[in-house]
């Protein structure tokens, strides 16, 4: 997986498997929502958002609420992806991610995600930590600066 900058936000790229395939070689639809969370998170990584620490010693998950998912045409066995996500909405305690997922520049599908922020021990909606919050909110100023390229 490689991820580069464009238009200051981590695009991630994915090669796809056979695991991600049925047997004619086009991916399942679930993998869509799995390749939107890794656009998600690569996002928050890139805000300075450690979310492995945000479960694990803050309490807090990241739980999805709903999602919208539009097929444009199926991706294939050995395609090289690139998955595009941004932050679309955000809220106290949830906030809507759209996720392109492209081969090249025909698009294959595009994920609308609302995600919410959970209590880990009490299982219910949270409002975000303050410095999730800032973090989401300094995204609209990190769209339109553009940054040296981010490698992984």
């Not at 498997?17 to 639809?29: R, S």
């Not at 803050?58 to 998955?83: Q, V, W």
Request: glycine fraction near 6%; hydrophobic fraction near 45%; include cysteine.
């Amino acid at each position: 997986m490689t991820i580069v900058a464009r238009n200051a936000f981590p695009v991630t790229q994915y090669r796809v498997i056979f695991g991600d395939t049925d047997a004619g070689g086009i991916v399942y639809h679930p993998r869509y929502l799995e390749l939107a969370e890794r656009g998600r998170n690569e996002i928050m990584r890139h805000l300075g958002l450690d979310v492995g620490h945000l479960f694990a010693k803050e309490n807090y998950g990241l739980a999805l609420r709903s999602c919208e998912m539009k097929f444009h045409t199926p991706a294939l066995f050995d395609d090289l992806l690139t998955i595009q996500s941004s932050l679309g909405k955000l809220k106290a305690a949830s906030s809507t991610w759209i996720t392109k997922i492209k081969r090249g520049p025909v698009e294959i599908c595009t994920v609308t995600a609302e995600i919410i922020c959970m209590d880990r021990i009490r299982h219910q909606p949270a409002l975000f930590p303050a410095h999730v919050m800032a973090a989401f909110q300094a995204a609209d100023t990190i769209k339109t600066n553009p940054v040296a390229e981010v490698t992984s």
